[in-house]
């Protein structure tokens, strides 16, 4: 048995697949998120402990081999034992939105993405160690280091000495991806070369360790990484040039996999380093996702099994009704960053229906989820995976936005992903086309395709009109 650990924003998750890639059982637990005034931030104990949970659920004695995924970005700050000086600070934390202005106006922001590939929103590590520095240096002052979620969870499962990173989370927004290391010069315009020493150690190939016997039967090989964006790609079969991932969870992300390492163009999400020297995933991790569409539903007082039978309920285009999707606290992340737009809403009218918005909402991720993908230069086949997959209507709607057939992956992709990581690193075959055969291909309607294609340029001109008010 082969167990995948996914440690997700809100929800811990393990999945337990035989030699086939056959998901045989799933074990998950919600984790708190404290919101308060842009602040965000999770409780280690709570997170470590939910892994734990999960693990003893799925688990047995017949573990032959266990990977570890989980979020990414964040601060998550341990002393020299692991443990937490403070709360973790989430990825959708805003605090550090006016840093990001700043360095967006004084030609900063470009300088990192042109040396990094990676354009920094509020949330990822260098704006967040910044602002700890300047308001809350204390942690700071009595951490060893500042990592990710998967570390965390890694240091505390195998006993490890000391944290370490991976190639694919220290790819925000610290790492060249040419070099593999960090960059120093990125560190020194950020302001944090006094706190250098913070930076985990990054370990290429991804750092393997033996359980100590929480969770897991002692002994039991563990592989740290890669972190939830590229174990999804993984886990959908995503290795070949060209070739796309789109994933509908609780924030969308696009991407590409590619041999090429373009730093031109407007900076905007971030070439994600993998396992492999000389291949990266051009990334868009949105901020817009199924929690815009979870706000319409509560606002409207609608159930989520409802949503396919509105979807059918309403003609494409949604009789008028429009929206723009950007409703998190922290803005937009990909495939452009502006920290102060929102979420917009237009062609309401008393006539208006839940279906109405339900339906506009849909096709406003979609819209979005288009832009992201030819951001990241998709020009092969789409995989699709998360939690979004579970709607055969949204689905359909999903491949009509975009035009293309939708290769659909589901089950913990995420999971699958990390056993499959942690099996390269061990040496251990796995027949990978078996384990990421997709579970349906969705056709796009050509009629409706042609449709929403003059639709996404609607879309993108009204961004960019919210784009320009969310400036002023």
């Known amino acids: 048995m082969y167990i995948g650990i996914d440690v997700g924003t809100s929800t811990v998750k393990a999945a337990a697949f035989d030699g086939e890639g056959r998901q045989l059982k799933v074990a998950a637990r919600s984790v708190g998120l404290g919101m308060r005034d842009g602040f965000v931030e999770q409780d280690m104990r709570e997170v470590y402990a939910a892994v734990v949970a999960v693990l003893e659920e799925v688990g047995g004695e017949e573990v032959e081999l266990a990977g570890l995924t989980g979020q ?27 840093l990001v202005d700043r360095w967006l106006a004084d030609g900063t922001f470009e300088t990192v993405f042109r040396r990094t590939g990676s354009a920094m929103f509020p949330g990822c590590p260098g704006p967040l160690l910044a602002w700890l520095d300047s308001h809350d240096p204390k942690p700071l002052d009595r951490a060893t280091a500042a990592v990710y979620c998967k570390d965390m969870v890694f240091q505390r499962l195998t006993g490890a000495p000391r944290a370490t990173t991976d190639v694919s989370d220290a790819s925000m927004p610290f790492l060249d991806p040419r070099t593999r290391a ?64 789109l994933i509908v969870g609780t924030c969308l992300a696009g991407l590409v996999a590619t ?12 070439h994600i380093s993998t396992d492999r020297p000389g291949h990266w995933l051009r990334a868009m991790p949105a901020m817009v996702g199924t929690a815009a569409l979870d706000w319409v539903l509560k606002t409207t007082g609608v159930a989520h099994d409802e949503v396919d039978t509105l979807l059918a309920d309403t003609p494409p285009g949604a009789h008028g009704v429009r929206v723009l999707p950007y409703f998190a606290p922290s803005g937009e992340r990909a495939p452009f960053v502006e920290p102060r737009l929102r979420a917009e809403l237009s062609g309401v009218c008393l006539e208006s229906t839940p279906a109405d918005l339900v339906r506009a909402t849909c096709e406003g991720i979609g819209y979005a989820a288009r832009h992201c993908l030819e951001a990241a230069g998709l020009t092969g086949t789409l995989a699709v995976c998360g939690g979004g ?72 001109a009204r961004l960019a009109v919210a784009r320009d008010r969310a400036r002023r």
Not at 212 to 228: H, I, M, Q, S, V
Not at 261 to 270: N, R
Not at 412 to 438: F, H, K, M, Q, S
Request: contains cysteine.
């Open 72 to 98: 990414g970005d964040g601060v998550w700050l341990l002393d020299r034992d692991g443990r937490p000086v403070r709360p973790a600070v989430s990825w959708m934390d805003g605090r550090a939105a006016e």
């Open 182 to 245: 960090y960059d120093n010069r990125v560190v020194e315009l950020l302001g944090l070369t006094h706190r250098r020493g913070l930076l985990a150690p990054v370990s290429d190939p991804v750092a393997t360790g033996g359980a100590k016997g929480e969770g897991l039967p002692a002994g039991t090989p563990l592989a740290n990484g890669p972190y939830d964006l590229a174990a999804c790609a993984l886990g959908a079969g995503v290795t070949r040039p060209g070739d796309g991932l």
């Open 259 to 270: 041999t090429g390492l373009d730093l031109s163009g407007e900076p905007a999400g971030l």
């Open 389 to 460: 997959t579970r709607s055969p209507a949204w689905m359909r709607l999903l491949a009509d936005v975009l035009g293309r057939p939708l290769r659909v992956v589901e089950g913990e992709v995420g999971a699958r992903g990390a056993v499959l990581a942690a099996a390269e690193r061990y040496g251990i075959a796995l027949d990978t086309a078996t384990w990421t055969r997709p579970t349906a291909v969705v056709e796009p309607d050509a009629g409706r395709a042609a449709y929403y294609a003059k639709g996404y340029a609607d879309h993108l």
